[in-house]
C-alpha cells in the first residue's frame, strides 16, 4: 500500500539533519554501511526508480513554475512518500540529497544510484561541458550504491562534447572495474537562441544510442536512460543493453504521459521507470496518487515473483 504522509509544513522537520552535519559528520557513512541492501535486480521484474538530482544542474523548474524544486525540506517530504511506497525500488540523486535521504533512513531496501555529472548548468554558456562534479565511482563503491548515472548531451556543433563523451567512458569503465551500473542518459542536442534543446525525434534518440552504447572498454555494466518518444519500438531495437524510461518534463496531461508510459513498458529490454518532477510534482499535488499510478504500469512476470 503506497503512503498516506502528506507534505508537512514545520520548518524545523529536518533542524536534526543540520545539527548531524555540524557535530557528527561521519554519520553519513555509518548510515551507508548499516543499510540494508536491495535484493537484487531480476529479469522479469522491472524497477522503479525516484530521480532526484535536477537542482544540482541548477534545473529546478517544473512546468509552469521556475523555482518548484527549490524548497529542500519540501522535496524530502516529496521524496520520502514516494520511497514509502513498496513498489519504488530506489532512488537516483546527487550526493547532497543523497546523503540527506541515508540519514533519515528512506533507503533501506533501495537501489541507489549516484548522479556523476552535473557540470553542464541549466543556461551555462558552456553547457555541454558537462564536467563530473558529483558522485566517482570510488564513492558509489563506498557507499554501497548499486551504480551511477551520467547525463551525455551529443551536441555537433560544440567543441565540448568530445571531452563529455571521453569523461563518460571513464566513468563507464571507473564503475565497471567496481561491479557497478553506469546509467546513461544520452541526448543529440542543439543550440536555439543561446539554449541547449535535446532532439527528441526517433533517430536522433536512436543515433545517441549508437553513439553512448560504444563508450567505454566495456558494456557488461552498462544500462541506458532513455526518454519515451515516438515509435518507441524502433527505438528499443537499437539497444541489447538493459533500459529505463525517463519521465522529463512534460508537455500532456498525467493521464497522456501515462499512457505513453505503459505502451514502451510493454516493449523487450525496458527494465523500468527512472521519474522524477512528474511525480514528485504532480498537477494535483497527490504524490502519493501520482506514485501508485506509475507504479501499477510495471511488468513483473511470475517466474521474477517466485
Not at 6 to 27: F, M, Q
Not at 160 to 173: G, Q, R, S
Amino acid at each position: 500500500m503506497a503512503s498516506n504522509r502528506t507534505v508537512d509544513d514545520d520548518p524545523r522537520r529536518y533542524e536534526h539533519l543540520s545539527t548531524i552535519r555540524l557535530e557528527d559528520p561521519e554519520a553519513v557513512a555509518r548510515a551507508a554501511k548499516s543499510r540494508r541492501r536491495h535484493p537484487g535486480l531480476k529479469s522479469g521484474r522491472q524497477n522503479f526508480i525516484v530521480a532526484a538530482d535536477h537542482p544540482a544542474r541548477g534545473a529546478l523548474a517544473v512546468g509552469a513554475d521556475p523555482v518548484a524544486m527549490a524548497d529542500r525540506r519540501q522535496l524530502l517530504d516529496r521524496l520520502q512518500i514516494a520511497l514509502a511506497n513498496p513498489a519504488v525500488d530506489g532512488v537516483l540523486a546527487s550526493p547532497d540529497i543523497m546523503d540527506d535521504l541515508l540519514l533519515l533512513g528512506a533507503l533501506d531496501g533501495k537501489l541507489v544510484f549516484g548522479s556523476m555529472n552535473r557540470g553542464g548548468l541549466a543556461g551555462l554558456v558552456n553547457e555541454i561541458d558537462d564536467r563530473f562534479t558529483g558522485h566517482t565511482a570510488a564513492a558509489l563503491a563506498a557507499l554501497g550504491a548499486d551504480g551511477g548515472k551520467m547525463l551525455t548531451r551529443i551536441c555537433l556543433g560544440d567543441p565540448d562534447t568530445v571531452a563529455t563523451l571521453e569523461a563518460t567512458a571513464h566513468a563507464i569503465d571507473s564503475l565497471a572495474e567496481r561491479k557497478l551500473i553506469a546509467m546513461v542518459e544520452p541526448f543529440l542536442s542543439v543550440r536555439e537562441n543561446g539554449r541547449v534543446r535535446n532532439d527528441l525525434s526517433t533517430n536522433a534518440v536512436i543515433k545517441s544510442i549508437a553513439i553512448a552504447e560504444g563508450l567505454g572498454s566495456t558494456s557488461a555494466y552498462t544500462w541506458m536512460k532513455l526518454p519515451v518518444v515516438a515509435e518507441m519500438e524502433r527505438v528499443m531495437a537499437a539497444t541489447t543493453m538493459p533500459t529505463v524510461l525517463l519521465g522529463g518534463d512534460p508537455d500532456g496531461t498525467q493521464d497522456e504521459v501515462f499512457a505513453t508510459w505503459e505502451a514502451a513498458l510493454a516493449l523487450p529490454g525496458v527494465q523500468g521507470l527512472t521519474v522524477g518532477r512528474t511525480l514528485l510534482y504532480p498537477a494535483d499535488g497527490d504524490v502519493a496518487g501520482a506514485v501508485a499510478t506509475a507504479a501499477s504500469l510495471l511488468h513483473h512476470t511470475t517466474e521474477a515473483s517466485e
